[in-house]
């Protein structure tokens, strides 16, 4: 998934929770759909909010390349081991009509999947994914889901990468500086000379862990009972619009697959 | 009764071996009595381990007496009903500057502790408008708290904390990990709360110059209040100081070594002006 790409644009602009239900939606429609009709539809849609994201199209093409083992694997084995008619055979391994239909409508699935989920990483900023899903999942509450506290750890966690991010190099640092090598060796051996910098890194994180909680509850921090938003999320009229096509769009999806 | 009262306040951390059984005490704070009149700037002075520290966060409720009572503004802080009040009236300040912002924005951090005590939103960004400026870190209200330097970081820390709008700050050691600059900027903005907010401030230091504005100084040793009284009162007393092994500003160190050279000096010189206008005043006597 990519990091926030910072732009002016309308897909920028949304709540973050109409981006977390439309991605869902998304990656939903693509299994809904069967149809070349469908996928159509479906790389109609992303193209359009790809062009309104002004995001340019190689930073979502960057998170394909995390998956393409996974895409060559999932359409090697739908290509050979799907029975049915066949079309090719060569030595002992023959491609079906049926398996290269699975095989590319898996492919374009997985990389629309793939595209879709960077869109929305790429166009919210962590923060306020974050706010997005404590605010949608709040229902989860009354079956005693800790919303509000996962939600508070996922944006401690978030400000505390690069600050660990430079103890971690900092550590390594002095330890090279005392003849430590995390460098040559196999394996076992490189993961053996982790030790070193993991034991200051983990205490260290447990000390700040607890300085942070000792200035939160300083400041008055008593879990989210009673507390107020600095930044509310109100939904304003470009979120129902939308709503409105992502609505049209899904059942749109629904209808191709019940009446094609 | 002041804003911040102590009386007889004992604090004991106890020791454990790894079993669990009692190996010691340790009397981290003994004794102490304290009062702190509103508006007042007051300098905690200690070496490490004196028991500065916990004194700090017996004041804030982070920590409770194992003895003696501790007010603050009429509350006892052992009082659960009152528990979240004293936390709001006195406001605390740590040493470290990375270890006490939550927020991934300078203004979403210093909007952390109105958003906890339910604070409507509009409020909140009053509050957080005027704390920042009140600091001299309005421009930077957008930026990210990991790109500041440790003093702008640790006026971020303090704005934090006037968006509570307490009536007491407790600063424990708030420079600690500055460079000199940076804590130069730090007392600045403390000062300039004290003098136009108004806000009691009790600072907990080793740093000799950065009492020379307080109103009374304490000095803590082994759990204790060793001297007290206004900066100067306290650096006329260098011997004392050196045993207590706190180093006296060099201007002050300098005056005193004249003075028992058989210089006329008056006693406790804090800055180089006060001690360049005694030399000229001698010259010309």
Redesign the interface.
């Known amino acids: 998934m990519g990091q926030y790409y910072q732009t002016e644009s309308v897909i920028h602009k949304l709540d973050p929770r109409v981006k977390l239900v439309a991605t869902i939606c998304f990656i939903i429609s693509l299994f809904v759909v069967d149809s070349w009709v469908g996928y159509v539809v479906a790389a109609v849609f992303l193209a359009v909010m790809i062009k309104l994201s002004k995001v340019p199209f190689r930073f979502m093409v960057k998170g394909m390349k995390a998956i393409v083992m996974i895409l060559m694997i999932t359409v090697v084995f739908n290509l050979f081991l799907t029975p049915g008619e066949p079309l090719v055979t060569f030595w002992k391994l023959t491609i079906t009509k049926e398996g290269l239909r699975i095989a590319v409508m898996m492919a374009v699935r997985l990389s629309f999947l793939i595209v879709g989920s960077s869109l929305m990483t790429l166009t919210t900023t962590p923060n306020s994914l974050t706010d997005g899903m404590e605010k949608l999942m709040n229902p989860l509450k009354y079956v005693k889901v800790p919303v509000h506290e996962v939600a508070m750890m996922m944006s401690i966690a978030l400000r505390f990468i690069p600050i660990l991010l430079e103890e971690t190099d900092k550590i390594m640092k002095a330890q090279i500086a005392r003849g430590a090598d995390f460098e040559s060796g196999n394996l076992i051996k490189k993961a053996k000379a982790m030790v070193p910098l993991l034991v200051p890194l983990f205490i260290s994180a447990f000390r700040r862990a607890n300085d942070l909680a000792m200035a939160m509850e300083a400041r008055c921090y008593r879990g989210g009972e009673h507390r107020t938003k600095m930044k509310p999320l109100q939904y304003h009229a470009a979120d129902r619009i939308a709503y409105l096509v992502l609505l049209v769009y899904f059942s749109g999806c629904v209808a191709l697959r019940i009446y094609l | 009764m002041g804003i911040i009262k102590t009386d007889k306040l004992t604090f004991e951390y106890i020791r454990r071996d790894e079993e669990g059984n009692v190996e010691g005490i340790n009397r981290a704070v003994d004794e102490v009595d304290l009062d702190v009149k509103q508006g007042e700037f007051i300098a905690i002075l200690g070496h490490n381990g004196s028991g500065k520290s916990t004194l700090a966060k017996h004041i804030?409720a982070?920590l409770y007496p194992t003895e003696g009572t501790v007010w603050v503004d009429g509350m006892d802080t052992q009082d659960e009903k009152h528990l979240?009040d004293v936390?709001?009236e006195a406001?605390?300040v740590?040493q470290?500057p990375?270890?006490?912002?939550?927020?991934?924005?300078v203004?979403?951090d210093v909007?952390?502790?109105?958003?906890?005590?339910?604070?409507?939103?509009k409020e909140?960004?009053e509050r957080?408008e005027e704390s920042l400026k009140a600091v001299g870190m309005y421009e930077y209200r957008k930026h990210s708290?990991?790109k500041l330097s440790g003093g702008q970081k640790q006026r971020v820390s303090i704005a934090?904390?006037i968006a509570?709008h307490p009536k007491c700050i407790i600063l424990d050691e708030p420079t600690a990990m500055l460079d000199p600059n940076g804590r130069k900027e730090v007392i600045r903005a403390v000062r300039a709360l004290n003098d136009v907010e108004g806000i009691t401030v009790v600072l907990i230091t080793h740093y000799m110059e950065e009492i020379i504005h307080a109103d009374m100084v304490c000095v803590m040793d082994q759990g204790q209040i060793a001297m007290e009284g206004t900066p100067r009162e306290i650096f006329s007393r260098v011997e004392e100081l050196q045993e207590l092994r706190l180093d006296v500003p060099q201007v002050t160190l300098l005056a005193y070594e004249l003075k028992q050279r058989g210089v006329n000096l008056p006693d406790g010189i804090l800055t180089i002006e006060e001690l360049v206008a005694a030399l000229t005043g001698l010259k010309g006597a």
């Not at chain 2, 990375?98 to 924005?105: C, E, M, P, R």
């Not at chain 2, 909007?111 to 939103?121: A, I, L, S």
């Open positions: 804030n982070i979240w936390r709001r406001g605390m740590f470290n990375d270890n006490q912002i939550i927020g991934q924005v203004e979403e909007g952390f502790g109105p958003e906890n005590m339910g604070v409507p939103t909140i960004w957080v708290p990991n934090g904390v509570m």
